[in-house]
């Protein structure tokens, strides 16, 4: 049996060492983003869903690796069954319907619909094996599967989500084996939808013509993104240091969205270029485990998490650097956000799970391991 490389040892400790030192980072910015009346409850709350992450992590770590296999159906059907409940019931804060809470806690189910979506994707892909080539079973199955997640996150409303869940999917669609041109008129569609859906709404309209239109917007729309680019100016090469920001009593959402903000003026273009390489190194370290999977569902699942977590973090710094739109999306481990923070290190512990699968070399059993392996096997293609 195959000896897996050095590398994969290697991309193991990058990934936990990245990411506990991001989350730890995250903590100590959060203490100095918020006031010294709101830090000690910030904190607690952040501590809290660390420690909850991690059991989780560690948990996916120690279960069964067909476990994951196994639980994606579940895991998506639950996601599906949270996203129509916030919708029909959920808190409504600032005009969006995207939280759950029961007895003091706060759980946004957008947050588990990302990984249960590339569960079911990774498990689909799978059983389908070489018939993804076809339209049929490489775009029209893949975008009712995605779509109906992607569609109810859409309608809290919580485009930013919506369109990573989407985005995502899309690559890993493109590493399962879809004919690109075959994706081409999806992507075109979804670029107009997308587009007239921006054109009918006000608010992202405005968003929109305030990125175009930043300094003319910069005491209205423009405010947040504005007060941004002077916090990231005002920290040059080396930063202002820590805990001295004077933006980030002008800086809004300084602690959840924008939180990248107040680290380029704390720590300087060097800090910055210090996190983004620490979040590449992440990425490229996902992409090692991937490319030794025990299996193909371990591949794709192990590349969507990858990509998830160095694109939500790209987008979020593109969006405080005013080089995309705003788009509401936290930045992985380190903003504020207990159900956020704790489906990331989730999501590390399954990567960790296809890891560690990889250097076992797992034979995985002849019996059925999801709802795809239930059904008839496809059929050669002729």
């Known amino acids: 049996m195959e000896t897996p490389r050095p590398g994969l040892r290697s991309a193991t400790v990058v990934i936990v060492i990245g990411t506990t030192m991001l989350a730890v980072f995250g903590l100590v910015m959060l203490y100095g983003a918020n006031s010294a009346t709101e830090a000690a409850g910030v904190l607690s709350r952040q501590a809290v869903a660390l420690l909850l992450g991690l059991l989780g992590a560690g948990l996916v770590w120690m279960a069964p690796y067909d476990w994951l296999k196994r639980g994606a159906p579940l895991a998506y059907l639950v996601a599906i069954g949270l996203l129509i409940t916030v919708l029909a019931s959920g808190r409504e804060i600032n005009g969006a319907r995207r939280w759950i809470e029961a007895g003091g806690f706060r759980f946004q189910p957008s947050d588990f619909a990302k990984l249960a979506v590339l569960l ?180 794709l699942l192990a590349t969507g998490i990858s990509v998830l977590i160095g694109g939500q973090a790209l987008c979020n710094m593109a969006v405080v650097s005013s080089a995309l739109p705003n788009k509401g999306l936290t930045l992985p481990f380190i903003s504020q956000g207990g159900s956020n923070l704790m489906m990331m290190l989730i999501c590390v512990g399954v990567l960790l799970r296809i890891a560690r699968a990889a250097e076992e070399r797992v034979e995985l059993a002849d019996e059925p391991l999801t709802l795809f392996d239930h059904l008839p096997p496809m059929p050669a293609r002729s």
């Open 120 to 299: 079911a994707l990774a498990s689909y892909c799978a059983w389908v094996g070489t018939r993804i080539a076809t339209f049929k079973h490489g775009i029209l199955a893949p975008a009712a599967l995605v779509g109906a997640v992607s569609g109810l996150v859409f309608f809290e409303p919580d485009w930013g989500t919506s369109l990573i869940i989407t985005g995502v999917s899309a690559v890993v669609l493109l590493v399962a084996g879809v004919r690109r041109r075959h994706i081409i008129l999806p992507a075109l569609l979804g670029v107009v939808a997308v587009g007239v859906a921006v054109y009918l709404n006000p608010l992202r309209n405005d968003r929109l013509y305030s990125w175009l239109h930043l300094e003319q917007t910069k005491e209205t729309v423009g405010y947040q993104a504005w007060q941004a680019r002077i916090a990231l100016g005002a920290g040059g090469w080396l930063g202002v240091g820590f805990d001295r920001s004077s933006q980030r009593a002008f800086v809004p959402e300084r602690y959840t969205d924008f939180i990248f903000a107040i680290i380029g003026e704390e720590f300087g273009f060097a800090g910055s270029l210090v996190l983004m390489g620490m979040f590449a190194a992440i990425f490229r370290s996902g992409m090692v485990v991937a490319r030794h999977a025990p299996d193909t569902f371990g591949t």
